[in-house]
């Protein structure tokens, strides 16, 4: 579906060059999500999410650290949204705390929920930059995992008519709609190896998951196509695995990742089918039953857009049952693996630097080859980079700024490699740094900075990075310029 990406830069690829246009039809944004930035947690009718739930669960996040307050965006929604004004960004993009229009996941519209949604549209239309809503990024109302969560087909349902009250309620001046966030995530990081919320360890589940998340994205995309006007632009994120040959047993190794990370979503939704290698690879765990007749036809609907996010690449080869299997594959260590199916099979490797504070290696070039081996699997499906960019640790100089160079010469390098895509035939329309604020990293607390907009947790002040500059001044010149230091004034 994706394939393999190369072990390294292509001969002559320079990700460091400077004079790449980005003209007005490319957008240039930034993305956040509810749980990290929003806080407010028990604020005007909002209810418990698993992302409340687990955060407060003893152990399972850095420092004890949750969302209660997080970049107390709710609260100072007019003063970020001037700030995203200062940044000269096209778009943004944000996500909808699900529990902060249904307390219990069903029933009516929450009004003062939606409020500040409305709220936030109307202000990002008024200073011309374009709202990008996100209906799902992760946090499902608790009361429906007390039901079952995912594995469950009746969420898939109960996210319908939530997509439907959204669509009603901002449809009329939201143009670009996504249905999930990194659904991979969700599934198998959540219901497989718990290291998410809601934290359970069960590869069968996890599939299941997989699947009603996958029907849920089918559901909403039609309901949001029905309910808002023919312009309207209907998409899906999701965080596509590059994988590398780490040999042996490599070429085999990518391709059970590829099925299971990249095929159970692009199959299904842009296919119609889920690959014959994913359900070979997990047959000794579920019969897959939970697909029903006409599923397919629900979930393969149209969308105007595939979302990418992406960070790093793994490196993979078969392994040969014999020592400790290497798991390196850039996520929080658990007894329970993600990769369900081929936990037993595969291993990950770990990779050379640079990297970034999360440990992730820096790898602009793999990106490039992503967006152009979706182009030739999908030539008519025109990508957006909806999420990319990276934590390292910041330092608020004595004259309150913060020079954070590696983060622009990452920024830097990744919009290269869009470039570079693009000349190679890539229908690539935008790309959204994540983040714009520092927020609550999931189950990496506050330790983890991914903002270009530094967020002092205990006065809640917000300072642009050197990095923010930097893109500010893209935004507004569309020239790709050097990302070395020099360049500190507003725009």
Not at 284 to 311: E, K, M, Q
Request: hydrophobic fraction near 40%; charge should be negative; include cysteine.
């Amino acid at each position: 579906m994706v394939g393999a990406v190369p072990a390294g830069p292509e001969p002559g690829a320079d990700h460091r060059r400077t004079g790449d246009v980005f003209g007005p039809d490319f957008v240039l944004g930034a993305a956040t999500a509810a749980y990290q930035i929003e806080g407010a947690a028990d604020a005007d009718g909002r209810s418990r999410s698993i992302w409340d739930t687990y955060s407060h669960t003893p152990g399972r996040i850095a420092n004890g650290d949750t969302g209660d307050v997080a970049a107390d965006h709710y609260h100072r929604l007019g003063q970020d949204l001037d700030l995203m004004a200062s940044l000269n960004l096209d778009a943004y993009r944000f996500s909808i705390s699900w529990p902060r229009i249904q307390a219990d996941g069903t029933g009516p519209g929450n009004p003062r929920g939606v409020d500040f949604y409305s709220r936030l549209v109307d202000g990002l239309l008024e200073r011309g930059i374009a709202p990008v809503a996100t209906l799902y990024h992760w946090d499902l109302p608790q009361a429906l995992e007390d039901t079952g969560g995912w594995p469950n087909r009746d969420v898939a349902a109960r996210f319908a008519e939530y997509a439907a009250l959204m669509a009603d309620a901002l449809g009329d001046r939201v143009p670009t709609w996504t249905t999930l966030n990194e659904p991979w995530a969700a599934a198998y990081l959540g219901y497989a190896s718990g290291v998410m919320a809601p934290g359970r360890a069960n590869g069968a589940e996890a599939l299941a998951a997989v699947h009603h998340l996958n029907l849920a994205h089918g559901l909403a995309a039609t309901v949001l196509r029905e309910r808002t006007a023919p312009s309207t632009t209907i998409s899906v994120t999701l965080n596509l695995h590059a994988a590398r040959d780490g040999g042996p047993g490599g070429p085999e190794a990518v391709e059970r990742v590829d099925a299971i990370a990249n095929g159970a979503f692009l199959g299904p939704m842009l296919r119609g089918a889920y690959p014959e290698r994913l359900l070979a690879d997990t047959a000794h765990l579920t019969d897959w039953s939970f697909v029903r007749d006409g599923d397919a036809a629900l979930i393969h609907v149209p969308i105007d857009v595939l979302g990418v996010n992406y960070y790093s690449t793994v490196t993979v080869r078969s392994w040969d049952g014999r020592g400790e299997r290497v798991a390196a594959d850039g996520h929080k260590p658990s007894a329970a693996s993600p990769w369900v199916g081929s936990d037993e099979v595969v291993e990950f490797l770990p990779q050379p630097g640079p990297t970034t504070a999360m440990g992730w290696n820096i790898a602009p070039e793999a990106l490039e080859q992503v967006l152009v081996n979706l182009a030739e699997a999908f030539p008519a499906l025109p990508l957006m980079v909806t999420e990319s960019g990276a934590a390292f640790t910041d330092v608020v100089t004595p004259d309150g700024a913060v020079h954070d160079d590696a983060r622009r010469d990452y920024l830097h390098r990744h919009l290269v490699a869009c470039a570079r895509a693009r000349e190679r035939g890539a229908d690539v329309r935008g790309y959204f740094v994540w983040s714009l604020l520092d927020n609550f990293e999931w189950a990496h607390g506050y330790d983890k900075r991914f903002g270009i907009v530094h967020v002092d947790y205990e006065t809640q002040r917000r300072t642009p990075k050197d990095s923010a500059l930097w893109f500010a001044a893209l935004a507004r010149d569309r020239v790709l310029g050097a990302p070395g230091p020099g360049l500190r004034s507003r725009s």
